[in-house]
């Protein structure tokens, strides 16, 4: 093993995730959330069209590989004259994904909130959507933090695919520091030892949500 | 009886569920400050009614009218649930109005897990009606006292026993200020011990003067408590009158049959 290799590969590395998988990571699943929300609103909603609009959604992008939505945003748009650079191209396509995902979760986890919880909003006087905000989501959050940490986790990883349409992230350091040195079994390890650091740390993370989220749960 | 003495008037109130007919024309009248208990046998349409009048349930027939607050210059609210063409915001909107005049006290509770027993109580007068926090804390602590658990308002509900929940859905109700407090069989979730708590807070209501409609199936409360009792069967009123003589000379059949088993499971 080189080592003085893995020591002065570790700096710019570290810079990828730094500068590359990390705001990726977090730009995308904010974004994603957002469209999760809302598709998953629309997937309860009694309008049949809105449901159903939210269901081709989740199952486009759930039946599509991940890869394949990356380059018809990045590749393919062209064509049809929508040009967009590697960054803004990388973050659509893994928010529309992170969408389509955690609508599902989110929507099961509205669902598992008890019926008596909505009539208790209304019976209070407040509209679908006051209680939906005020009463409902607040106890979804808890039931979906666990799966909604499991594919912040995996986005974590996805990201690396956006290495394939030239954004300098982890991945793509790792790769060009190979090409040049032919190390490719440390360079890789490498770059697997960080990501693997990075969603222990998440874990850790994910653990204490969930801890306070449970504050007003019975153990 | 004139319009404004009466908090609520129902007339000819009907529900189907599917081929399932649950009510077949319902009346109901009932004056400011008195108290109707609804009996029956299960799956005999007085929860319905209950959900009816809150507006959880949207009935296929009837009117439902509650009263105006006193000194409010708004008249009395009329629902028609007869017009089926009526469009669906429309009903919405006639739902909430309805829901405005009257608080429910259900029977599992369902109070809000992930808020403390004081935002449970002010959530409804705060967030919906827009009152003034300060205002609404201060009543909301005086009527936690009075049900004896001011102490437990920082707590939240998985931290109380079910009576103690039950008195916060009281308080919960209460603190909307309603025309009309509708209890759903608000005991019979409760360990038996329980019970008398919940049972003695409501009786202090209806002798404080609140207009009530309670579903129960604890008789001798029903007696001491309420000015009428309406006895119901498969959606229809059996018998009806005050609650000594519903409850102990009841004229017909199925009144005393229903009195005398639940008499006897005691």
């Given at each position: 093993m080189d080592f003085d290799l893995f020591w002065s590969s570790l700096g710019p590395m570290l810079l990828g995730a730094l500068k590359g998988t990390i705001p990726l990571t977090l730009a995308s699943f904010v974004l994603g959330l957002l469209i999760a929300l809302v598709i998953a609103v629309m997937r309860i909603s009694s309008n049949k069209v809105a449901s159903g609009v939210g269901r081709i959604y989740v199952s486009i992008i759930r039946g599509t590989p991940l890869l394949v939505q990356l380059f018809v945003i990045f590749y393919g748009l062209p064509a049809v004259g929508v040009k967009l650079d590697p960054w803004p191209s990388a973050i659509i396509a893994f928010s529309l994904n992170v969408g389509g995902y955690a609508a599902e979760i989110i929507r099961a986890a509205i669902l598992s909130v008890p019926r008596g919880q909505w009539e208790a909003g209304h019976m209070i006087g407040m509209s679908r959507n006051q209680t939906l905000l005020r009463i409902i989501l607040p106890q979804a959050a808890r039931v979906s933090v666990p799966p909604l940490s499991n594919t912040f986790i995996s986005l974590v990883k996805d990201t690396s695919l956006a290495s394939l349409i030239l954004v300098t992230e982890l991945f793509r350091v790792a790769q060009q520091v190979a090409a040049f040195s032919q190390e490719f079994m440390l360079l890789y390890l490498e770059a697997a030892l960080i990501y693997w650091v990075i969603c222990l740390i998440l874990s850790t993370a994910q653990t204490r949500v969930e801890k306070r989220l449970d504050r007003y749960v019975a153990h | 009886m004139s319009p404004t003495d009466a908090v609520l008037q129902v007339r000819g109130l009907g529900k189907s569920f599917g081929s399932n007919t649950v009510l077949r024309g319902i009346d109901l009248d009932i004056p400011r400050g008195k108290v109707v208990a609804l009996i029956g046998p299960?799956?005999?349409g007085k929860t319905t009614i209950l959900r009816s009048l809150n507006g959880l349930e949207t009935p296929d027939g009837g009117s439902v009218t509650v009263g105006a607050r006193d000194n409010s210059a708004e008249g009395p609210l009329t629902v028609d649930f007869?017009?089926?063409?009526?469009p669906k915001k429309a009903r919405a909107a006639q739902l909430s109005a309805l829901r405005d005049r009257s608080a429910m006290v259900f029977q599992h509770y369902n109070?809000?897990?992930?808020?403390?027993v004081l935002q449970n109580v002010i959530e409804g007068p705060v967030q919906?009606?827009?009152?003034?926090r300060a205002e609404v804390v201060a009543e909301a602590e005086k009527l936690l006292d009075r049900v004896g658990l001011l102490e437990k308002?920082?707590?939240?509900?998985?931290?109380?026993s079910g009576g103690q929940q039950q008195r916060v859905g009281i308080v919960r109700a209460l603190a909307l200020k309603p025309q009309l407090l509708l209890f759903?069989?608000?005991?019979?979730?409760?360990?038996p011990e329980l019970v008398d708590d919940v049972l003695a807070v409501i009786k202090e209501l209806a002798d404080e003067g609140w207009t009530m409609v309670i579903v129960t199936h604890e008789l001798a409360f029903a007696r001491q408590t309420a000015d009428e009792v309406v006895f119901m069967a498969d959606g229809l009123v059996v018998e009806r009158g005050p609650a000594s003589q519903v409850l102990?000379?009841?004229?017909?059949e199925r009144t005393q049959a229903f009195v005398r088993r639940l008499l006897h499971e005691i």
């Amino acid at each position: 093993m080189d080592f003085d290799l893995f020591w002065s590969s570790l700096g710019p590395m570290l810079l990828g995730a730094l500068k590359g998988t990390i705001p990726l990571t977090l730009a995308s699943f904010v974004l994603g959330l957002l469209i999760a929300l809302v598709i998953a609103v629309m997937r309860i909603s009694s309008n049949k069209v809105a449901s159903g609009v939210g269901r081709i959604y989740v199952s486009i992008i759930r039946g599509t590989p991940l890869l394949v939505q990356l380059f018809v945003i990045f590749y393919g748009l062209p064509a049809v004259g929508v040009k967009l650079d590697p960054w803004p191209s990388a973050i659509i396509a893994f928010s529309l994904n992170v969408g389509g995902y955690a609508a599902e979760i989110i929507r099961a986890a509205i669902l598992s909130v008890p019926r008596g919880q909505w009539e208790a909003g209304h019976m209070i006087g407040m509209s679908r959507n006051q209680t939906l905000l005020r009463i409902i989501l607040p106890q979804a959050a808890r039931v979906s933090v666990p799966p909604l940490s499991n594919t912040f986790i995996s986005l974590v990883k996805d990201t690396s695919l956006a290495s394939l349409i030239l954004v300098t992230e982890l991945f793509r350091v790792a790769q060009q520091v190979a090409a040049f040195s032919q190390e490719f079994m440390l360079l890789y390890l490498e770059a697997a030892l960080i990501y693997w650091v990075i969603c222990l740390i998440l874990s850790t993370a994910q653990t204490r949500v969930e801890k306070r989220l449970d504050r007003y749960v019975a153990h | 009886m004139s319009p404004t003495d009466a908090v609520l008037q129902v007339r000819g109130l009907g529900k189907s569920f599917g081929s399932n007919t649950v009510l077949r024309g319902i009346d109901l009248d009932i004056p400011r400050g008195k108290v109707v208990a609804l009996i029956g046998p299960s799956g005999s349409g007085k929860t319905t009614i209950l959900r009816s009048l809150n507006g959880l349930e949207t009935p296929d027939g009837g009117s439902v009218t509650v009263g105006a607050r006193d000194n409010s210059a708004e008249g009395p609210l009329t629902v028609d649930f007869g017009d089926a063409a009526l469009p669906k915001k429309a009903r919405a909107a006639q739902l909430s109005a309805l829901r405005d005049r009257s608080a429910m006290v259900f029977q599992h509770y369902n109070l809000f897990p992930h808020m403390t027993v004081l935002q449970n109580v002010i959530e409804g007068p705060v967030q919906v009606q827009k009152r003034p926090r300060a205002e609404v804390v201060a009543e909301a602590e005086k009527l936690l006292d009075r049900v004896g658990l001011l102490e437990k308002k920082d707590a939240y509900p998985f931290e109380l026993s079910g009576g103690q929940q039950q008195r916060v859905g009281i308080v919960r109700a209460l603190a909307l200020k309603p025309q009309l407090l509708l209890f759903d069989e608000p005991t019979s979730a409760l360990d038996p011990e329980l019970v008398d708590d919940v049972l003695a807070v409501i009786k202090e209501l209806a002798d404080e003067g609140w207009t009530m409609v309670i579903v129960t199936h604890e008789l001798a409360f029903a007696r001491q408590t309420a000015d009428e009792v309406v006895f119901m069967a498969d959606g229809l009123v059996v018998e009806r009158g005050p609650a000594s003589q519903v409850l102990r000379h009841p004229k017909e059949e199925r009144t005393q049959a229903f009195v005398r088993r639940l008499l006897h499971e005691i």
